[in-house]
Every structure is written in C-alpha cells, then in structure tokens.
C-alpha cells in the first residue's frame, strides 16, 4: 500500500458515517465474532461491567483479513478508510487519526487518514491473526520496481523477497503520465477562468454595464490591431479574434499544474507474502502494560491513549463517540514494584471523574486458563471508599 | 528523684498508645504490623463509627497465617453499592413509594434501603511498595464476606448479598502524620459507581 498522503476527508468521514450513527437496539442474534465478555457468573451478579455496544454492521465494503498494517520508522499506519471503519467496527480497535491537510497543517481539530495504532494494538492485530505488517518502505521500492533492499534486521522472521520488478514505469510511461497530468491542470484552470468569466459578466449585466464590457472589447481589439499591424506583414494570420484578456488568460493557464496526491500507477494492496515484519516488538515500557490491554481488548473494551488521565489507557465499554470511559487503566508487572501514592492519586482522580483506576497485569504462576492465547491477566479495579 | 505514685503522668498516652499496649500482640506476625492494623481499627472505630471491628490474623478460607493481620467490620451503613444494584434499588424504592402514595400517604420521599455489609480492611502504610502479586496474595486469603465477628450481637441470619459477587477489601493507607485514607480494591475487572 502506497503512503500516499489522501486527504479527501470528505470521502474519508462519509466511510466512517455508517459506524458511528446510532444503531437501533435490533437483537441481532447472528453478531459477528464479537468478543464476548468472559463471565462465569451468573446474573445478577455480573459484575464485569461490560455492555459492549452491539452496533448492527452497516453495509460497508468487506475487508478482507488479514489486512496490512504499515510499519513506517518503527510507527504503525493505516490508510484504508475501509479498514479503519472495519477496526472500530469489528475489532475494538480506535487508533488515532494524525492525518491533515498539506495547505493547512496547523489545523489538528479534524484529522484524517493516516490512522496510527499504538504498538499494543497493532500486536493484539497480529496476534489475532487478522492483519500482518508490512515494511513499508521496502514495500514502496518493491512495488515501484527498485533494487532489493533488505537491511538484515535481528528479526529472523523478515521475509527477503524483495527481488521484483514490480510495476515500474518506463521512460515513455512516465513522460506520459506527465503530459496527462498537464492536460488536467489545463482543463482545470479552463474551468476555473471560465467560471470566473461568467461570473464577471453576470456581476456587469446586473449593474446594467454589459454593454460597456463590449466598448471595452471592440475598444481594445483596434487598439491591438494597430499595435500588431506591423507585424501581420511577418506573421501570415492576423491574431485571432478573441478579446486580448483572453489570449492572456491562455497565457497564464500553461502556469497551472496539479500535484498528483497519489502514486501512479496506483499500487496493489499487498498481499502475505511480501515483506511481512515480525509481530511488533515489546519494548521493555511496553511489555509491562501488554497483557492488560490484551485482556481488556478480548473483553470488548475500547482502549485510547490515557496520557490525559495519567495513566496508560481509558478504557471504555463501547465505542468512545458514544460511551463515557469506564477506567483509568496502569499495566504493571507482577512483580513490578508502585507506591501507593500512585494508588491514592490515581483512585481518588478516577472517582472525581466517574471512573475506577484500574491495575493489573500478568500473572505468571496461574495456570492458563485464557482462551485463545489471552494469557492470565489479573486487574485490581480501584475506587475512593468515600470515608 | 523518684516520680511519687500519687502524681498523674505528664504525658498521657494517646489513646491509641494505650490501645496497642494493652492489646496482646499476635505472634504470627510482625509487632509493626499488627499494631498497624490496631491503629486503623482505632481510626475507623473512632472517627468512622464502625462496629464490630476485628483483627484476622490467619485465613477464613484456609487456616493459613494471612500476609499481615487484617480487619474486618461493618460500617454504620453500606460502604459500595455496585452500580447494577443501585439501580435494582431504585426501582425497588419507587415501587414502595407509588405504593405508598396510593395508600393516601402524604410523604413523597424515595427511600432506598440498602443495609451495611461486613467489608474486610487491608492497613497499609504510605511508604510502602506493593506489587500485585502481594495483592493477590491478600485477596487469596479473604473470603467473599468476612465471617461474623463472635462478639457480634447484630442479626447474623440476613440473607447474603446477590449482587456481592467479587472479592473487595478496603486499603487503608496510613500516612506518617496518622491520617488515614481508604480506598476499595475490587478483585476484577468492576465498572465504577455512578457517583
């Protein structure tokens, strides 16, 4: 997948609509593999706290899984708006969208494509086995028909097969990709002049001063006539008749050009196996906070980043547009040592917020009895006792 | 120049001073951390009017010696009310009232009616670490509800709480200037209270 910069919020937002309307309440007992909630209780006492947002699936295009996720200087991407509605939709996954406008960059209120997913989710991804991830620069030069490169990382698992030629564009092909391109600028800036035209004679005719647009036209040809009569002896046609400003617009129009916003030609998603990266390391900050994520992810929780409350993740039962979050939660070591300042603080900012301070993390001794590979997470939920 | 017997003392000791010293310490642990626990018991007894307030030393469950010595008591009226129960009790009290109100009673008033529950106490110190395998270890050694204290003259036959499904203790954490805070620790993944 190209990181071609697309900007089309428009197209982008009308992608995510469907998900984020209101579903009504319609028991669909046919859900999609939606996680559910592990509880060996019975009612009344289910006390897990979960109601996970069941939203019926819109009709939305099918991502196929396993999608690519892009790996750009060790940060994870995805571009596909598909693929983003599908995460929130399916898998519990937000990310955050970083993407902006290259005219307006300073604007960061409404953000688009790219979405970047923080290591844990896009390992619980992996893991999960419905994405993989993709290198994306040895990706990009693959397709794009350059030299195999593969650096030799300490990973064993990079797949070296970066040897095609991919796609790549002869000289012919790209000159005439260039002219193409020139010819949608012209018909661009055509369109443009034209409409500024008319706008023009439409602002003259209301004020009742069309007529003296055309003294000034037949005005002027005379004008340039005189001034080009030496010259029609040189020149064989006497200048076409068109008025002078438009000869000048005409001018001015081989000044436009676009900026192709995408790759051409436009690449292929890519499939397994090209450059598949290994799962996504756990650096050692990370490892720590893992298993709580993956045990609140297979729950059904949603997770966003929870610098704002001081903590590692806000946890929230359904999707964040429409659910207040449940938790403030700190992934720790079992042997991790903390202080119970941090408790305090973390317990009584919670409860002033309506929410509990969670910790937890992965006991080693238990013995499993996570399904799937969910591991033998613990979590402790903290509130202030009111006393 | 020897203190005549008559003369009272020119310090007094505190209250709790005289509390930890008349109090024949278990010898399963640490002086330090019974003697904790009696200061919390103190603080809660004191200050929070909590009743029925005993040291455990060793497991309901298991007979074992506990991590340190806990508390358990019953406060002067309930400390949680899981979310989920809230709202049975709501619906519970407005029942009642509408009842009420066609019975001709003047009173409009929501009464919701939910009795104290036995809550164990874990007593801390501000300055320790703790990690969560020894908050683990704490909870493996509580039972869901703490045992009826012996001495307990209130009625012990009230059926148990349906909606009490997880452990919970409640951390006490002792600063050094004596204040003390608490904090309830569910076993679990337990959505917060509507506050």
């Known amino acids: 997948m190209a990181p071609s910069v697309e900007t089309n919020k428009a197209t982008f937002n009308a992608a995510l609509l469907p998900s984020f309307t209101p579903a009504p309440e319609s028991p669909a007992p046919t859900e999609p593999a939606e996680p ?42 995805v571009f596909d708006p598909n693929t983003i509605s599908h995460l929130r939709r399916n898998h519990n996954i937000c990310g955050v969208l970083i993407g902006t406008i290259p005219n307006l960059s300073s604007q960061n209120v409404f953000l688009g494509v790219p979405l970047q997913l923080l290591p844990e989710e896009a390992r619980v991804l992996v893991e999960r086995g419905v994405a993989f991830v993709v290198d994306e620069v040895e990706g990009h030069k693959w397709f794009l028909g350059g030299q195999a490169v ?38 661009r800036a055509h369109a443009v002049l034209h ?28 004008d340039l006539a005189e001034d080009t ?14 008025r002078p400003e438009a000869a000048k617009d005409e001018r001015m129009l081989a000044l436009h050009h676009t900026t192709p916003t995408t ?66 939660a700190t992934g720790l070591g079992w042997d991790e040592e903390f202080d119970l300042l941090d408790i305090v603080g973390g317990g009584r900012l919670g409860t002033g917020v309506k929410k509990a301070y969670l910790i937890g993390g992965e006991d080693p001794d238990a013995e499993v009895q996570g399904v799937g590979g969910v ?3 613990r979590a402790f939920s903290i509130e202030w006792a009111g006393l | 120049m020897a203190r ?68 358990a008591g019953l406060p002067p009226k309930r400390l949680y009310v899981h979310p989920d129960e809230q709202i049975a009790l709501l619906k519970t009290a407005e029942r009642t009232r509408k009842a009420r109100k066609r019975a001709g009673d003047s009173s409009d008033a929501l009464e919701i009616k939910a009795a104290p529950e036995r809550e164990w106490i874990l007593p801390t110190r501000l300055s320790e670490k703790w990690t969560l395998r020894r908050l683990s270890d704490v909870f493996a050694g509580t039972s869901l509800v703490p045992p009826e204290a012996e001495e307990s003259e209130t009625v012990t036959d009230r059926p148990a709480n ?15 200037d004596s204040t003390v805070v608490y904090y309830i620790v569910q076993d679990g993944v337990v959505k917060p209270r509507q506050n």
């Open chain 1, 36 to 77: 559910v909630p592990s509880t060996n209780r019975s009612s009344p006492a289910d006390h897990s706290g979960i109601e996970v947002a069941k939203t019926t699936p819109a009709t939305s295009p099918s991502v196929p899984e396993p999608f690519p996720i892009s790996c750009i200087s060790n940060r994870y991407f």
């Open chain 1, 150 to 187: 593969s650096t030799v990382d300490d990973g064993k698992d990079v797949v070296k097969s970066i040897k095609g030629n991919g796609t790549r564009m002869s000289r012919e092909e790209r000159l005439k990709w260039l002219e193409e391109c020139d010819r949608q600028g012209r018909a």
């Open chain 1, 195 to 222: 409409e500024k035209r008319k706008n023009t004679e439409k602002v003259l005719k209301e004020k009742g001063l069309s007529h003296k647009l055309e003294d000034m036209t037949s005005a002027a040809t005379p």
């Open chain 1, 229 to 242: 009569g030496g010259d029609s002896l040189l020149f064989d046609a006497p200048p076409a008749p068109t």
């Open chain 1, 263 to 328: 790759s051409y030609p436009p690449l292929p998603v890519p499939t397994l196996p090209v450059s598949v990266l290994p799962l996504p390391k756990l650096t050692s900050s990370i490892a720590n906070r893992y298993p709580l994520f993956r045990h609140l992810h297979s729950q059904g929780y949603f997770q966003m980043p929870g610098l704002r409350f001081g903590c590692h993740y806000t946890v929230y039962p359904g999707d964040p547009l429409r659910f207040h979050s449940h938790f403030l």
């Open chain 1, 375 to 377: 591991g033998n997470a």
């Open chain 2, 4 to 71: 005549p017997e008559t003369l009272k003392q020119a310090v007094q000791p505190s209250p709790l001073h005289a509390l930890i010293a008349q109090t024949q310490l278990s010898p399963s642990h640490l002086p330090n951390l019974h003697a904790l626990a009696l200061q919390v018991q103190h603080n809660l007894q004191f200050q929070h009017s909590w009743t029925a307030l005993r040291v455990h030393t060793h497991s309901p469950l298991t007979n074992e010696p506990l991590p340190r010595p806990l508390l």
């Open chain 2, 162 to 176: 349906p909606w009490r499904s997880t452990k919970r203790v409640v951390l006490a954490t002792v600063s050094p």
